[in-house]
């Protein structure tokens, strides 16, 4: 059924220009808001709870600019499929990458930590075009084979490497092709909240998967957040900024504050751009 959809449905839909592609968006948009509100509930629990002294109107009109930029990333997401160099190349822009320049000349990888804000998937897809290093990301096996396929192909096509997790040490202690700039989610919940570190994020108790400290101090790799900004539709810039390149040198939990207070900075600037309608505070103290 998925290869049916895919072929019939998805593929062709990829090859229609955005322009096509938004007013479709636009659709989609009062479909999510007004006649089958996607996860309304969730959505507006996380921001009652992250905005606590904002008024029922400015949650209801970043609420709706979330749905407005979920439409969005629904659509960039099929266009992705069959996405040109020369258009990727176009609709992303790397602001600094420069900054790497000095650790790939050294021959040494770094960690770049991203979150669900703006087009990551875009993101995934361009990024290896416009730095030095191999960009590489961990992901997770789709259950669907051939979606998983799918997704990986899309992906891989400009040189980005995907990395199961059985494959991340290796990739680590072995290295790629080149050096390697390894992406991270900031803003995932840990699959165990007892190996997680603890802190504040959006004014809630929340636990933070401890990965990108794990592997800079490991490693000793330096680590960069990446703030994915969306300059117009469909058009993306990043900034990297240099985190630490002593991670040796940082205390318990320090990496992992860094990159979370980043993610916050960057959420606050402009709230609707992030994936309010994920189940990120699903992890209580206590748990497994």
Same mark, same amino acid.
Not at 166 to 172: G, N, W, Y
């Given at each position: 059924?998925?290869?049916?959809?895919?072929?019939?449905?998805?593929?062709?839909?990829?090859?229609?220009?955005? !322009?096509?592609?938004?007013? #479709? $968006?636009?659709?989609?948009?009062?479909?999510?808001?007004?006649? /089958?509100? %996607?996860? @309304?509930?969730?959505?507006?629990?996380?921001?009652?709870?992250?905005?606590?002294?904002?008024?029922?109107?400015?949650?209801?009109?970043?609420?709706?600019?979330?749905?407005?930029?979920?439409?969005?990333?629904?659509?960039?997401?099929?266009?992705?499929?069959?996405?040109?160099?020369?258009?990727?190349?176009?609709?992303?822009?790397?602001?600094?990458?420069?900054?790497?320049?000095?650790?790939?000349?050294?021959?040494?990888?770094?960690?770049?930590?991203?979150?669900?804000?703006?087009? !990551?998937?875009?993101?995934? #897809? $361009?990024?290896?075009?416009?730095?030095?290093?191999?960009?590489? /990301?961990? %992901?997770? @096996?789709?259950?669907?084979?051939?979606?998983?396929?799918?997704?990986?192909?899309?992906?891989?096509?400009?040189?980005?490497?995907?990395?199961?997790?059985?494959?991340?040490?290796?990739?680590?202690?072995?290295?790629?092709?080149?050096?390697?700039?390894?992406?991270?989610?900031?803003?995932?919940?840990?699959?165990?909240?007892?190996?997680?570190?603890?802190?504040?994020?959006?004014?809630q108790d929340t636990a933070v998967a401890i990965g990108v400290e794990k592997y800079a101090i490991k490693y000793d790799?330096?680590?960069?957040?990446?703030?994915?900004?969306?300059?117009?539709?469909?058009?993306?810039?990043?900034?990297?900024?240099?985190?630490?390149?002593?991670?040796?040198?940082?205390?318990?939990?320090?990496?992992?504050?860094?990159?979370?207070?980043?993610?916050?900075?960057?959420?606050?600037?402009?709230?609707?751009?992030?994936?309010?309608?994920?189940?990120?505070?699903?992890?209580?103290?206590g748990d497994w």
């Open positions: 059924m998925s290869r049916l959809f895919y072929y019939l449905f998805l593929k062709p839909i990829s090859y229609l220009p955005l !322009w096509v592609l938004y007013p #479709v $968006a636009d659709v989609i948009y009062l479909l999510l808001v007004y006649v /089958v509100p %996607y996860r @309304k509930e969730v959505v507006y629990t996380n921001l009652k709870n992250s905005f606590p002294k904002k008024t029922k109107a400015e949650l209801k009109y970043i609420a709706r600019g979330f749905y407005r930029y979920l439409a969005d990333l629904m659509v960039e997401t099929i266009w992705n499929f069959s996405l040109t160099e020369k258009e990727a190349r176009k609709r992303l822009v790397v602001q600094n990458p420069e900054v790497l320049m000095p650790y790939y000349q050294a021959g040494k990888d770094v960690i770049v930590v991203v979150g669900h804000y703006n087009s !990551w998937e875009f993101l995934l #897809v $361009a990024f290896n075009l416009m730095v030095p290093h191999r960009g590489a /990301v961990i %992901y997770t @096996k789709l259950t669907d084979k051939f979606l998983d396929k799918v997704f990986k192909t899309f992906r891989e096509k400009f040189g980005m490497k995907l990395l199961a997790k059985t494959e991340v040490k290796h990739a680590f202690q072995n290295g790629l092709d080149k050096p390697m700039a390894i992406l991270f989610g900031s803003d995932q919940a840990p699959a165990s909240a007892s190996r997680a570190y603890w802190t504040t994020f959006l004014n790799l330096p680590v960069f957040f990446g703030g994915l900004k969306r300059v117009k539709r469909g058009y993306y810039s990043i900034k990297l900024d240099l985190l630490t390149d002593t991670p040796l040198q940082t205390s318990e939990g320090e990496i992992s504050e860094l990159h979370v207070r980043a993610m916050e900075q960057l959420i606050n600037e402009e709230p609707r751009y992030w994936l309010w309608s994920h189940k990120r505070w699903k992890r209580k103290r």
